[in-house]
């Protein structure tokens, strides 16, 4: 009964309820050398391994300048480019929070970010994650409006007791794709743009399926949330995701 009752106050809370300040003052000096580290780490890491979009992003928003983002430094220069802004949440929100937010163009980034002694390994993903992996391409138009898009078809699944249909569309197209670009396998995925070792494992492991991105393929794929993915979905080009995604309706969401 006390589950259930709290299930009900759950789902009776609007994503609003779930935004804390970021307190950007509260970061130590100790907590932007973990964020500069990270950042220098990860583009040396990546090279040229993720869509050239991705990196258009990341000079807009200017996340190279030193330390952690602040939440409304961000948002002065990717709300008027796309309609996008972000807010600080103390951790991982539920998937129909989550959801919600996304349909109204609004990216929760957590209010924390890892120690030293955890660089590799998350529990939840830290603002290194959620700003690093994602930001850059919610400053691509096309992209941010796809994102949008999947939020509207997760409220709509969750409504209809199929979330696990959207999120697995997010998981195989937002955080774990992958994209061809001139022929070339790129990362496409926050998750993989994000993370120290999956970025070369997912495009250069020998043991694992890489298989061609459809939306009905996405659905229809279960993923791992606790370790590397075993197969990996790749696009044609990033426009081939993003057409495809665009064009689905909640309807047909699910029916795949
Ligand atoms: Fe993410």
Redesign the pocket.
């Known amino acids: 009964m006390l589950q259930e009752a709290i299930a009900r106050d759950e789902r009776a809370r609007s994503w609003q309820d779930y935004v804390v300040p970021q307190n950007w003052n509260a970061f130590t000096g100790e907590d932007h050398a973990v964020w500069d580290l990270l950042f220098m780490r990860q583009l040396k890491l990546l090279g040229s391994r993720v869509i050239s979009a991705f990196f258009d992003g990341m000079d807009l928003l200017k996340l190279s300048h030193p330390g952690v983002p602040d939440v409304e430094g961000l948002n002065m220069m990717l709300e008027p480019r796309t309609g996008w802004r972000t807010v600080a949440v103390p951790g991982l929100v539920p998937d129909h929070i989550f959801f919600a937010m996304l349909s109204e163009r609004v990216f929760p980034v957590g209010n924390f970010i890892r120690t030293r002694d955890q660089l590799d390994y998350l529990e939840a993903?830290d603002c290194f994650?959620?700003m690093f992996?994602?930001i850059p391409m919610l400053a691509h138009h096309d992209y941010a409006e796809m994102t949008r898009h999947i939020g509207e078809l997760g409220v709509a699944a969750i409504a209809a007791d199929q979330g696990h249909k959207a999120a697995r569309l997010y998981w195989h197209s937002v955080?774990f794709g992958l994209a061809k670009e001139r022929g070339e396998t790129k990362i496409l995925g926050?998750?993989l743009a994000s993370s120290f070792g999956e970025s070369h494992f997912s495009l250069e492991s020998e043991k694992v399926e890489r298989l061609p991105f459809s939306v009905e393929r996405a659905v229809n794929t279960p993923y791992k949330h606790d370790a590397f993915q075993p197969r990996y979905l790749v696009s044609e080009t990033v426009a081939q995701t993003i057409d495809e995604v665009l064009a689905l309706t909640p309807e047909e969401l699910l029916a795949l």
């Open positions: 993903p994650h959620d992996g994602h955080e926050a998750g």
